[in-house]
């Protein structure tokens, strides 16, 4: 069973920086993209990151420039740095990881490709 934990979210000022981690158990890591998606209160989830098994990467619009998605296949462990925080980078946080037969596949940006989800990590971006 794959498992995916989230940290590292928390209360910051904005133009603060924050770094997210997520552990994942239960199968071999490094054969699989990973994504972060958000869900801000009243909103729809949506994309934030993914990174290959190859560690190309991807990035919504939103945040390019400013948050950096990298991997540790040694720890298994997928990270989120973010910089230059913003109020509207307020959400729950989540990592993802697709379906056990998506193994070398390039990351998604569709959350409908994913099969595993972390329980979510709250960052709070005050002005």
């Known amino acids: 069973q794959v498992q995916l934990v989230e940290s590292g979210g928390g209360l910051v000022q904005a133009g603060g920086s924050l770094r997210l981690s997520c552990a994942a158990s239960?199968?071999?890591?490094?054969?699989?993209?990973m994504g972060w998606f958000r869900q801000a209160p009243g909103k729809e989830r949506e994309f934030v990151a993914t990174i290959s098994w190859k560690t190309n990467t991807v990035y919504a619009d939103s945040v390019k420039g400013r948050f950096t998605i990298s991997r540790d296949n040694a720890k298994n462990t997928v990270y989120l740095q973010m910089n230059s925080l913003k109020p509207e980078d307020t959400a729950v946080y989540y990592c993802?990881?697709?379906?056990?037969?998506?193994?070398?596949?390039?990351?998604?940006?569709?959350?409908?490709?994913?099969?595993?989800w972390g329980q979510g990590t709250q960052v709070t971006v005050s002005s």
């Open positions: 993802a990881a697709p379906a056990l037969d998506r193994a070398y596949v390039s990351g998604s940006q569709w959350a409908d490709e994913y099969d595993y």
């Open positions: 239960g199968r071999t890591f490094s054969k699989y993209s």
